[in-house]
């Protein structure tokens, strides 16, 4: 028997509610009730038992919106105090579960609970895996709104607290019938943000995937909605076609011909982006047995009435290929003339799936529960169909159907959806053009509220987006040049190298346009490595691929075709009267659009001549003019509009600036099209070679030297981003000696190792660069080159100019002294004693809300992976020096677990107790008058943080102890749980 009221045993995490806001937005915490009968067969007017749980609750004096842990649900939106949302109250109750021999049609054997509401579906068809599993919940405010995040982690452990075995059936891979195969642990973050803004009418929905994984996962993501309906309520859409895959619709509604139905095979709409995986994709319905309704109804049909579509037992339509508009709405069928719409954002594709029970009339639930109890699938669903009427229509921005998963290849997955109450207007008996003007008015109103000032972190998210979709494409660009051969003089090489070169250049310099924009607005460009770099082939950033104009980037040698079908989807042109696009965009001049469109609402004091950068690129050599200092609004917008310019053309036209002799990037790509390609030209190569430390890499790079050569290529290139990096961040003065001297490396790098490893690599190959990370730095380098000479076998022809080049940088780098605060980019500097008073201030604050995050024990079920370790281990150091500076040894001694071990010249000691006692050496050092403690040298690897300290006399500079310590720190739930350190005092304290 199933408990309805705790059926699942995940303890959820409770965030706290931020003090009282000015925003004009409150959150409080106040109850919902949900109700219950105890099974199908006590459906009926009234519940048997009711239960009280928890509720949150956004408010701005005019709409209102309650969100509950179970299931992660918003239960109600209040307009003027009516609720727009159904809510089953007359009882809700498990149904569809196994049964009859049958599996259940929903991912849990116990079946579905309904309360009503709006929820996140995560991971699976149906209503996910967690719909009745409490998730966690948080609240985001700012200056003008409010926010409840719900969230919930899909991993075994969460999967192990659902409490119940999982189905088969559709969930499972036919050569598997393993419960859920299909839907392996995904390892995602799925969010649902629920935002009340200052004055606005209406609610605002964000749905998230967040990918924690290195690569693509397949998934479901859905946002099921339940609104209040009778029999006169109807569908209110632009919706052209819609497409027929479930069999209830399609054996009960259509069994006549209708010349408004057509087999899926025969429309060209399922050539489409979004659809091309489905004849591969398990358990899908064959294209052969789907339908497509040309026409929303279809003659004969009253569909725009979903309690009167001729069905005892529901059904379900799919808007296809797209939503035509931005809105799906439902009127409430009464004498209110009251509805709801959810609108989507324009800068992405929506798809509705229509749900609905069908034709109360045909429906009894007694013959139904006799069809179920013979094991009949469909009718252990609809048994479970609940007293009230509802129309459940389901959002979404990835998924096209259910069971058709999505593969989410991008880190951060998401969509926005508004949902607009309709006061009035939609009365019973109107034409669906009367009732479309009546919502499109009421969302005109509404998304006239939507234009807020954006904020500077924001623009800078967003900046940082153009910055790693630029060096997105500078790989493929690079990879198709450096497989031309050198001194072949055919035209083809001599035209696409000059070609690809010239633009190459001319995208590095966007690189430091965008990184110049992003200074003066106060932030910090970064090209880490170890956030910029990802495998190859790859969409390119912030662009998933159910866009229309997807690209799939692959590294492949020159030809006809990388330049048709990637190259030339790169640089797309803008068509006219185009939508700016922040993300999923159709064309990168549309994300641009968007940019200048965003920083065009800046006040112009927000821009300010601050670490600008332009000497690292002359125009006098190189296409295109040069870096522009961007000191004011109209100059970040000039340099944003040079980079749309150089991409598609000016105004349109084919070349980029007014003098008329540059092509624009899509044109001159286009024109190499009309060459007679010579592939004598051009090295054969693999398509999308892999990482050498990838599985796929281990099988095939078995050669010892062609291994080397792709190793020492990742290096080059990972040093090559560390280099641009320090340089467009702007800590160094431009055109200081130690700015020239890492210009000099990264030159050295672009222009003389890159390219002969990557010809090396194509002779001995056959091939190419795969552009993966390495943390080898110029010393590694330098000695695997050398390596390689020293190895048996063949070479290739410039593996002593590469020795040499590499050299010369690393004695270079020995005399660039490393900060490793701006290496990994810590947020205050101790290897000085310059942090004033208030950092130090701050960071205690910070130090003291990473330990209360400390979980001792850490549950042998909790799992913190290396990555999360290093990042908040690198946010944590910071706190640790100025608890440090700030005398704070009681904050100190709760940075470790209760079972530390502790090696040392006098230990080892085990026990933070036993430790303690000799953490009093520090409590003398810092005792002494006038001494102050400095940590010049500090590196992070996993939970593992090495640090070298010294203290300095302040009156006399000499050293009065110094020392190193090697601790284990499981990031801020796990601590500090080993230590080691020596140290050694210059005199008595």
């Known amino acids: ?242 497409r027929v895959k479930d069999v209830w619709v399609r054996d009960v509604l259509f069994n006549d011909p209708n010349p408004d139905i057509i087999p899926l095979s025969d429309d060209p709409d399922r050539f489409l982006q979004p659809y091309q995986d489905l004849l591969t994709e398990p358990n899908s319905t064959p294209f052969i047995d789907q ?48 509805g709801v719409a959810a609108v989507g954002s324009s800068s992405i594709n929506h798809f509705t799936k229509l749900w609905s029970w069908g034709n109360p009339a045909l429906f009894d639930r007694a013959e139904i529960l006799k069809e179920a109890a013979a094991g009949n699938f469909g009718a252990s669903l609809a048994s479970g169909r609940p007293y009230a009427e509802y129309y459940e229509p389901w959002d979404t921005a990835f998924n096209t159907g259910f069971f058709e998963r999505h593969t989410f290849k991008s880190l951060i997955n998401g969509w926005d959806t508004f949902i607009v109450p309709i006061e009035s207007g939609l009365d019973i008996g109107k034409s669906q053009a009367e009732l479309r003007q009546v919502v499109e008015n009421g969302i005109s109103t509404a998304v006239a509220q939507i234009n807020i000032t954006p904020s500077i972190p924001d623009v800078l998210k967003y900046l940082q987006w153009a910055l790693e979709t630029e060096l997105g494409t500078i790989p493929p660009y690079l990879t198709a040049l450096w497989s031309i051969k050198r001194g072949n003089t055919s035209t083809t090489a001599v035209k696409y190298s000059a070609t690809i070169r010239s633009i190459v250049i001319q995208e590095m310099l966007h690189l430091g346009l965008v990184a110049n924009v992003i200074s003066s607005l106060g932030g910090t460009p970064d090209l880490s490595p170890e956030k910029v770099i990802k495998a190859y082939p790859r969409g390119l950033p912030h662009q998933d691929s159910n866009v229309l104009n997807f690209i799939d980037i692959h590294l492949a040698p020159a030809s006809p075709e990388l330049i048709k079908y990637t190259f030339l989807k790169i640089e797309l042109p803008t068509k006219s009267n185009s939508p700016p696009q922040k993300e999923n965009w159709d064309t990168l001049g549309q994300f641009y659009e968007f940019l200048k469109e965003t920083l065009s609402q800046l006040p112009e004091s927000s821009f300010q001549d601050r670490n600008q950068v332009t000497s690292i690129y002359d125009p006098s050599r190189h296409p295109g003019g040069g870096l522009i200092k961007v000191i004011s609004r109209d100059l970040a917008l000039k340099a944003l509009q040079e980079i749309v310019d150089q991409g598609e053309g000016r105004n349109g036209g084919r070349f980029e600036d007014k003098k008329r002799d540059v092509l624009a990037h899509f044109y001159a790509f286009e024109d190499l099209l009309s060459i007679d390609f010579d592939p004598d030209a051009v090295y054969p190569a693999i398509l999308d070679p892999p990482s050498v430390n990838s599985t796929l890499g281990k099988a095939l790079y078995k050669d010892d030297i062609t291994r080397s050569y792709s190793l020492l290529f990742d290096g080059a290139y990972s040093l090559l981003l560390r280099n641009l990096n320090k340089l467009l961040r702007g800590d160094l003065k431009d055109n200081s000696p130690e700015f020239n001297k890492i210009s000099n490396i990264f030159f050295t790098l672009m222009i003389t190792i890159l390219p002969q490893i990557a010809e090396d690599l194509y002779t001995i190959g056959p091939i190419g660069p795969s552009f993966s990370l390495s943390n080898e730095d110029s010393s590694a380098l330098t000695a695997r080159a050398i390596q390689i000479k020293l190895a048996p076998g063949i070479k290739g022809g410039n593996i002593d100019s ?82 440090f500076r700030s005398g704070r040894g009681d904050l100190l001694n709760q940075e470790y677990t209760n079972d530390l071990f502790y090696a040392c010249a006098d230990g080892p000691f085990t026990g933070v107790e036993q430790a303690l006692e000799i953490e009093k050496r520090w409590a003398r050092i810092l005792a002494t008058p006038d001494v102050t403690m400095y940590w010049p040298i500090v590196n992070f690897k996993g939970p593992l943080v090495h640090i070298e300290w010294m203290c300095l006399d302040n009156y006399t500079g000499e050293i009065i102890a110094k020392g190193f310590i090697t601790k284990a720190r499981k990031g801020h739930k796990g601590a500090c749980h080993f230590k080691s350190e020596q140290l050694t005092f210059y005199r008595d304290v």
Request: aromatic share 10%; glycine share 6%.
């Open 802 to 883: 590469i020795i040499a080049a590499f050299t010369s940088i690393r004695d270079t780098e020995v005399t660039h002294r490393i900060n490793y605060y701006e290496r990994y980019q810590l947020s205050a500097d101790f290897s000085r004693g310059t942090v004033s008073p208030e950092k130090l201030a701050f960071l205690v604050d910070e130090a003291k809300r990473f330990i209360a995050l400390k979980v001792d024990p850490l549950p042998p079920d909790v799992i913190i992976d290396d990555a999360t370790a290093e990042k908040e281990n690198i946010e944590w150091f910071p706190t640790h020096c100025a608890c």
């Open 1 to 242: 028997m199933v408990d309805v009221f705790n059926p699942t045993l995940r303890i959820p995490l409770i965030g706290t509610i931020p003090p009282v806001s000015s925003n004009g937005v409150t959150i409080i915490q106040t109850t919902h009730e949900l109700t219950y009968v105890d099974s199908v067969q006590d459906i009926g007017p009234s519940p048997t038992s009711t239960q009280t749980v928890d509720a949150w609750e956004l408010s701005n004096g005019i709409i209102s919106a309650k969100a509950i842990l179970k299931g992660g649900n918003l239960v109600s939106i209040k307009l003027h105090g009516e609720e727009y949302v159904w809510i089953n109250k007359e009882g809700a109750t498990y149904y569809g579960a196994k049964s009859g021999g049958n599996e259940s049609p929903f991912p849990l054997t116990r079946g579905l609970i309904l309360h009503g509401g709006i929820r996140l579906a995560a991971v699976t068809a149906e209503h996910g895996l967690y719909y009745d599993t409490p998730w966690d919940i948080s609240f985001v405010t700012d200056s003008t709104s409010s926010s409840i995040i719900l969230s919930i982690k899909d991993d075994q452990a969460t999967r192990d607290s659902v409490n119940d075995p999982f189905t088969s059936a559709s969930y499972s891979l036919p050569e598997d019938p393993t419960p859920l195969s299909k839907y392996p642990v995904t390892n995602a973050i799925f969010r649902f943000k629920i935002t009340l803004v200052n004055g606005e009418s209406f609610v605002r929905l964000h749905g998230e995937l967040e990918n924690t994984t290195d690569g693509p996962i397949k998934a479901e993501i859905w946002l099921p909605q339940t609104y209040q309906i009778t029999t006169e309520s109807q569908i209110i859409s632009s919706q052209v076609k819609r």
């Open 291 to 338: 339908r497509v309704l040309t026409k929303f109804p279809p003659t004969g049909y009253e569909l725009e009435y979903p309690l009167k579509w001729q069905s005892a037992s529901g059904g379900i339509l799919y808007d296809y290929p797209y939503r035509d508009s931005n809105y799906h709405a439902v009127s409430f069928g009464d004498e209110s003339g009251r």
